[in-house]
């Protein structure tokens, strides 16, 4: 056994110290960006940030609006959609504005095999477990990418610097980085495993960025902030679940209290809701470690992207970052809590 010392901290943890700018408004700031992945060889252009690949947020519908904003939005689609959806889907929209979402089960790469087949142009997959620590799960990004050279592949999630390396050199363009942040995670609970995502972010972007591979930070966003201080902390793309949950391009049903209140259930993808959705069950072997929760109805999603986009901008114009690139450039965090307080994660 052995105990690291080392203050790890997570998005609550901190606050951006402001800096002196010439920024007059936030209107001046650009927050779309400019990658070219180190496998695929293809270019990204837009706001990267990426609806998670879960029921009610990485939806066929939130890709079509996020097209319709124009700005390089893109969605995970989740991984329920019979071939038959994903076909169409990719015929009437193309494939700018989404990932194609992958696990490495026979059943989804038989599924992926077929949509290859079909002739549709694929261009960014996301191959995406829980715990992409195990070595089956790294010679399967092997295998992706020997299969497609020229198809951008995400793959994890991990947190620690070495994992990181480890998938970029096996062929990954993008590592999701995230144990147990999310909002309607359990695993920290479960399992007692995790790692705070700030300090997560910051150490595995130094790892990937020095091999000229990227990270999106998945999990953990409540609030805009949030989504700025990841930013600040060195990740290329963001993922965010939660926030993007209740919307009417979730899919779910609106349902109302008593009280004239409007509500969404939203709920984990390894939470016992969703197994029994998709899988008929929770297997025996493993547990539960995700939730179900009730989130507020939030209406049209555009609204919500305007506000956690004005954030972003306005963050970027507290420190004087022209662009959302020179955001981590200009940040500064400064410390707010004890560490003691995170190590539960949300509730
Ligand atoms: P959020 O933005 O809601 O804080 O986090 C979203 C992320 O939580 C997802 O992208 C995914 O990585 C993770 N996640 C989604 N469902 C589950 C689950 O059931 N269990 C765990 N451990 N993580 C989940």
């Known amino acids: ?51 998670a690949n879960m029921d009610g947020v990485g939806t066929m519908e939130m890709a079509k609006v996020f097209a319709g904003m124009g700005n390089g939005l893109t969605a995970a689609l989740h991984k329920h959609y019979p071939l038959e959806e994903l076909l169409k889907f990719y015929e009437e929209n193309g494939n700018e504005n989404v990932w194609y979402s992958i696990g490495v089960s ?150 109302e209290d008593e009280h004239g209140n409007k509500h969404v259930t939203f709920y984990g993808m390894s939470s016992s809701t969703a197994m029994d959705k998709h899988a008929g069950g929770v297997a025996e072997y493993r547990a539960s470690e995700g939730k179900t929760v009730q989130v507020p109805y939030k209406g049209d999603v555009k609204d919500t992207l305007q506000d956690i986009l004005g954030g972003l901008r306005s963050a970027c114009t507290y420190v004087g970052a022209v662009t959302l690139k020179e955001l981590s450039k200009r940040t500064t965090f400064v410390r707010v809590t004890q560490q003691l307080n995170t190590i539960f994660g949300n509730d």
């Not at 110290?17 to 650009?30: G, H, I, M, N, Q």
């Not at 096996?170 to 995230?178: I, L, Q, R």
């Open 1 to 51: 056994m052995r105990i690291e010392e080392d203050v790890k901290l997570d998005f609550k943890d901190v606050l951006i110290r402001p800096k002196r700018s010439t920024l007059a408004s936030r209107k001046e700031v650009d927050i779309s960006r400019n990658y070219q992945f180190k496998w695929s060889g293809r270019d990204f252009s837009g706001v990267p940030v990426i609806a």
């Open 106 to 255: 026979d059943k989804d790469e038989e599924k992926l095999d077929a949509f290859l087949k079909s002739g549709k142009d694929i261009d960014k997959i996301c191959v995406d477990v829980a715990n992409g620590y195990s070595q089956p799960f790294t010679d399967f990004v092997r295998r992706m990418r020997d299969k497609m050279p020229d198809v951008t592949i995400m793959a994890g999630n991990v947190v620690t610097g070495e994992m990181v390396e480890e998938l970029v050199l096996s062929g990954a363009d993008v590592v999701k980085v995230g144990i147990g942040p999310g909002s309607v995670c359990t695993t920290r609970k479960m399992t007692g495993v995790g790692y705070p995502q700030l300090s997560a972010v910051i150490e595995c972007a130094d790892a990937a960025h020095g091999l000229k591979g990227l990270v999106c930070a998945d999990g953990g966003c409540s609030v805009p902030g949030d989504i700025a201080k990841a930013f600040g902390a060195g990740a290329d793309f963001v993922m965010l679940g939660g926030m993007l949950s209740g919307h009417d391009q979730g899919e779910g049903h609106v349902e």
